[in-house]
């Protein structure tokens, strides 16, 4: 798999080219990524959400991906993986309720 830099650098840079978000020019690469399937990620406790990883990280089956934490700071549930993958998505909200998707991990990731 590839690292955060170089998937972050494959999956924005082409797209913020095309619209003018930023100036430059982008090749078309002999390989492309697709994303198969996305496994959401859902907390069962509300709260802030803490993040460990950062998007396109690889994550690992069990390993955790987000601490949800009481206004005080408190831990009140530890968010975890539950397949090997991609973290793809995360929200864009600071706190989530219970039964909230607060992330997607690219579970079947293809090259084209």
Same mark, same amino acid.
């Given at each position: 798999?590839?690292?955060? %830099?170089?998937?972050? =650098?494959?999956? *924005?840079? /082409?797209?913020?080219?095309?619209y003018?978000?930023?100036? &430059?020019?982008?090749? #078309?690469?002999? $390989?492309q990524?697709?994303?198969? $399937? @996305?496994? /959401?990620?859902?907390?069962?406790? &509300? &709260?802030? #959400?803490?993040?460990?990883?950062? @998007? +396109?990280?690889?994550?690992?089956?069990?390993?955790? #991906? *987000?601490?949800?934490?009481?206004?005080?700071? $408190?831990?009140?549930?530890t968010?975890?993986? /539950?397949?090997? &993958?991609? @973290?793809? =998505?995360?929200? %864009?909200? /600071?706190? *989530?309720?219970?039964? =909230?998707? #607060? *992330? @997607?991990?690219?579970?079947?990731?293809? +090259?084209?």
């Amino acid at each position: 798999m590839k690292s955060n %830099l170089q998937i972050e =650098s494959v999956v *924005a840079k /082409p797209w913020t080219i095309n619209y003018g978000f930023i100036d &430059g020019k982008h090749e #078309i690469k002999e $390989k492309q990524i697709v994303v198969k $399937k @996305l496994q /959401p990620i859902n907390n069962n406790h &509300g &709260g802030f #959400i803490k993040y460990h990883k950062k @998007l +396109y990280d690889i994550v690992e089956n069990r390993q955790p #991906i *987000a601490d949800i934490t009481e206004v005080f700071g $408190k831990v009140v549930e530890t968010v975890i993986s /539950p397949k090997d &993958g991609v @973290l793809w =998505s995360t929200s %864009l909200y /600071p706190m *989530a309720f219970s039964g =909230s998707t #607060i *992330a @997607l991990i690219d579970v079947d990731m293809a +090259y084209i």
